[in-house]
């Protein structure tokens, strides 16, 4: 009888323990969610002209002691479009480690990628250059095109990140079908085409662009920082 009583309390015992093993995973896997779809919601209602639904992973398992010491130990996002320091950019894909949960929000690292299609590069150009200007991607450049003083004009455009600033470069163009180098222009065409900054501003504090390569459809950047400001709503 003794034995017998000693294995039913063994069995409730067990089944006590797996039951409160479930209602901590059940937990965890809803306050895991509950973060995603809050952080989903701050992304469209901080970001610019946000395109879709941000789908966000949270890393780490088990989550809640995540939240109860006050920092997400991973978090990754990714939004189909959005205008990003003004400049309309799509393929956003943001990854941040040790997220704190509480204001100040802040985050210990965060890499962000994204490309700034060519009909975003084309505005910028135009605007910058007061000139009607069309940008396509060319290989592993961008192809300028368009007409100056009734001349057909040609150029390659080449990306690159300087302290934080994405610049293109012309190197050589074509005028009327002859090609010379950009300096070699007049004056005030040639200021036009050099130096040319597509301006990405208003980054979050301590997020900076740091890489800029031609792709199919445009320019992908690269935005690192550490110690990087969270804007909006953390978990």
Do not use: C, K, W
């Amino acid at each position: 009888m003794t034995t017998h009583r000693r294995r039913t309390g063994l069995v409730v015992g067990l089944t006590l323990l797996v039951l409160v093993a479930l209602g901590f995973v059940v937990a965890d896997v809803v306050a895991a969610q509950r973060t995603r779809e809050t952080v989903s919601d701050a992304i469209v209602e901080n970001v610019d002209e946000v395109v879709g639904v941000p789908a966000v992973d949270v890393g780490g398992f088990p989550f809640l002691p995540q939240l109860a010491r006050g920092e997400l130990d991973r978090l990754d996002a990714t939004v189909d479009g959005a205008t990003l320091g003004g400049i309309a950019m799509t393929d956003l894909v943001i990854g941040a480690d040790g997220v704190s949960t509480s204001t100040p929000y802040r985050a210990d690292e965060v890499v962000v990628h994204a490309t700034i299609p060519t009909a975003s590069l084309q505005d910028a150009v135009v605007e910058r250059t007061s000139l009607e200007l069309t940008v396509e991607v060319a290989g592993d450049a961008l192809r300028l095109s368009g007409q100056v003083l009734g001349l057909d004009l040609a150029g390659e455009l080449t990306p690159r990140v300087e302290d934080g600033r994405l610049l293109v470069d012309v190197a050589t163009v074509s005028v009327g079908g002859v090609r010379v180098e950009a300096a070699a222009l007049p004056s005030d065409l040639a200021s036009r085409l050099q130096d040319l900054e597509i301006p990405v501003e208003d980054l979050p504090d301590g997020l900076v662009l740091t890489d800029a390569v031609v792709q199919s459809d445009g320019v992908r950047v690269t935005a690192s920082g550490t110690d990087v400001a969270v804007p909006g709503a953390a978990p």
